[in-house]
């Protein structure tokens, strides 16, 4: 018959066509990599998009200035998470927190190699883990983004230990847990999200002992100093149609961590939200991150008029944008990190502790977290 | 390329031999096309490719057959659709008539729209879009309803059964009568969504007592989170009054009821059974209409919608309530530890409503002119909310007119030529948005048709048009981060193109070959693009921040041949080429944006569908490809989830027809990805491999 032949050829064409098909696109996986790095180094967390799972895990070797990206990865062959949030060590152990997966990775420092891990499903409250505090080699709290506990863990076995409620009284007013600092038997954690509260943990018996109340919204950043006074740089939260989380105005506080008492509270201009904290290695300096990083002594009576470094320009005048930073505590150098647009590789810029450019280097999405080896 | 020049080919060969056939047969110019489709740049699928299967969506049938780029997470989350390298906020849609653009977001989830509730959807790329509404600057996406024909009585039923517990069904009433018709139409589609899938993004590291790795896997999982419960039901009436000839009123009102688990990602290690995180989605949208003609030489289209949407998301974390502030050993012995129960960590609440008022009039003063104004009135209102009791308040409660008067002419000088010029005002409240111009032109290289059924057509077709696109109510209002001092985005774009058809008879009254084809190319422009980034306390913001090139091409062709002995054989194939490139200025000293692929748009996007029918036997191929595409704006290859990978997808369907004395039945079985690709569409986003799907039809005649 007429058509059969041509039907034929249709079916040829099909059947070519399936085979293109078929030429598809299976993921082979990759095999780990072999790291087996120096003492000194330094770990970059870059936190990835929200919901994209592409946190990555840089490392740096200042001696030689050679950045390794995607480390946990090629260590690993499995990546790291969804927004890594922050990284810690212990020994020659990195801890990092990874809230939208809701894992605590444990890796060696040197080979990157995942030693262990700590799940939600393990705990009975974490559900988005933010940082890490070390309490012990067999004791270690977790705060969260949601959960209003604060999760105890050994990290040794990686095992759940205990939970610590933070819930407040407050009809709003949220209990998230962000950073935490000690003092003494004491630790002390900001909640973030939707509140102005600063909590007191009593790390002997595992409980709540106190909250502090700050006259401005949303604590977000918080260092101790080598007096023992806490300081705390608010972003002022913002304000809604029917209930109020704030005026958008920042402070800085200062806070004694023996008696609980607020000593000092500057108000910031309302742009300057994206204040961050650190110290220097002995606490006696206050590093403060504002579009440029500003350096202040802690006895000082006023915040500094003029940046100590001044965010880099590059050829066509356009500025790096600082939003990052961590103090090498070997030697005081500043690592600062720029985002650049978010959905690209950033940048980390490092100075001497006297402010003069080192080095710069690419990293992942959005670094965000330092930690030195 | 080797596309375009296969269709170059053709299309000259189809005016060779159009012109070679005129010197052998007398030739007589055919019906003109027509007017109010002058240099449109238009893709229309009608009910074959719509209704070939109850399981697909809107956003299935796009992928397969239209060169818009579709972004989706699988079955039943949500699916954008981009024309030309844009964003799914550049594409407007419009169902009968009525705007059905989310007015927070600007977008249309095209997952929630069944193909079995469009009779006939209309593509209209670049400028085109002008001839609908402003503010495509991608394109528009025209849906329609149609009255039923068929006279008397008439029902179908369509069961599936499906892998993953997936259950569609699809009821369909209809009468026709001699002045007026219904139809009832209703599907309900359900599923666990539990595909497996290798999950290359974890490896379990199996270890020995002293705690060394003896074995390293990538696990089996499963999709988590990925239900959906999907209910539609679309009520239509028609009336022709005997007494206004040619006049038409219609009434369409489509009910959506829609539960959906948000899937986790393949990097979550959290347990599914300690979350709820899913939408709920309800909307009635309605659409009464008039149509008349008035006198000889115009006509009206009167139209009044009303729509109301609510959309919910949960997302709660099961907990255990603590009786005390003290902490809960791990043994769990303390009596500080309750019953478990759900705490909610995000509630929010949209409730959108918009009313909408459209008049329209089309006056041909002469044969060869057209005139037309077109007025539309909507009122939208957004309350938008989180219930969360960590996020007290509206994020906004706010209601906005929003007015679009549009005058455009047509005009044929010459039996070839014919030109069109739009202009389109738009007022959002108080805020005029600036002139939009379109000028359209379409040239008729060849039309020919003989006595022995031998037709060809070649027209070359042109526009360019300068559109706006106003901020959402989101960019706007939203608390914390809508910006009130966005400016609308700017667009410029033109185009031009081919477009050719041809008819062989083939020498036999049952053999037969239809050829169309159209090729066109684009270039836009877009400015003060506006783009949502993160701000220093942790919360989205807009800002008219970005500028973007788009051009390339697109291609399509259909074609089909009867053969002897009720051979039928249809195929269809589309491709775009579509450079979509970042010219914002650089963000930051070390921004290396520009110049770059947009992230998500692909360079390259193919599909074919090939049907295949012998009398009560059918088969049907669907292949479609998308390049690969970029997940950073700096387009970093050596990232490692800096790319996804081009991927190729097959479906294939088979289908019996049987035909009794009462009854007309059909069996039909599908299967989706044919060849079990692994791949993701979005990052950290598995799709399910090969699975299967059993579809039974039944109609009483």
Redesign the interface.
Known sequence: ???TR??LR?FK??AA??L????????P?TEEETFNTSDRGVFVLCE?NF????A?LSYYNPDTREVQ??VF??A???????TGQSICLHGQTAYIA?E????IWAIDASTFR?LG?L???QT??M?NPRYIHFLSDHKAYVTDL????VT?FDPQTM?????????QPE??G?S?TEQMVQYGREVFTNCW??SNKLLVLDSE????ADSITLSSW?PKSMVIDARGKLWVVT?GG??????S?GDNIPHLYRIDATTHRIELDHTLDSDE??VQLATDPSGTILYLINNDVYRMGIEDAHLPVRPFIT????E?G????L?GIGIDPHNGEIYVA?A????????VLRYTAEGILVDQF?V??NPNGFAFK | MRGISTLITFLLSCALYAQTDSLLHEVRITAQRRLSETGVQRTTLDTTILHQNVSLSMSDVLTQHSSLFIKSYGRATESTAEFRGTSPSHTQVLWNGLKINSPMLGTVDFSTIPSYFVDEANLLHGASSLTLTGGGLGGAVDLCTQPVRKRGWGVQYIQGIGSYDTYDQFLRLTYGGQCWTSSTRVVYATSNNRFHYTNYDKKIDERDDAGNIIRSYHPRELNRSGYFHDFHALQEFSLRPASIPGALATAAVWFTHSLRGLPFLSVDYRDDSDFRNEQLQDAVRSVISWQQPLGSSASLDARAGYTYQSIAYDYATKSHTPSSSSSTPVDGASSAVSSPSFTTITDSHTYSQQAYLQGKIDYSPAANWLLTANLSLTYNHVRSRDQSPFHIGDNYNEGRLESSLSLSAKYRPTSRLALSAILREELYRRDFVPLIPALFGEYTLLTTATHSGRTAGLYLKASIARNYRYPTMDDLYFKPGGNPDLRPERGFTYDGGLEGHLQLPLGRRDLSLVIRGNLSAFDSYITDWILWTPNAKGYWQPSNLKKVHNYGTELSLTSELHLPHDWHFALTANYAYTPSLNQSEDLDAADASYGKQLVYVPLHSANLSARLRWRTWGLAYQWYSYSERFTTTSNEVGYITGRLKPYYMSDLTFEKQFRWRRFQASIKAAIYNLFDSEYVTVLSRPMAGRHFEIFLEICPL
Request: charged share 20%; with cysteine; hydrophobic share 30%.
């Open positions: 018959m007429l058509p041509k039907l249709n064409l099909l066509l399936a293109l098909a078929a030429c598809s696109n299976s993921d996986g990835g919901n994209a799972g592409n990555t990206n995607a990865y090629r690993n062959d499995r990546r790291l998470g969804d990874v939208n997966s809701g894992i995942v891990q799940t939600t499903g009975q409250h559900t949601y959960a209003p506990y105890v095992t759940y230990l205990a939970s610590i409620s933070t819930k009809a709003y949220y998230s999200s939707y018996h595992d409980v709540l949303q972003d913002y304000a809604t149609d029917e209930g989380f939200s994206s965010a880099e320009r590059n066509r356009l500025r790096h944008k939003y720029d650049v647009d978010f959905s690209q590789s950033g940048v690419r992942g999405i």
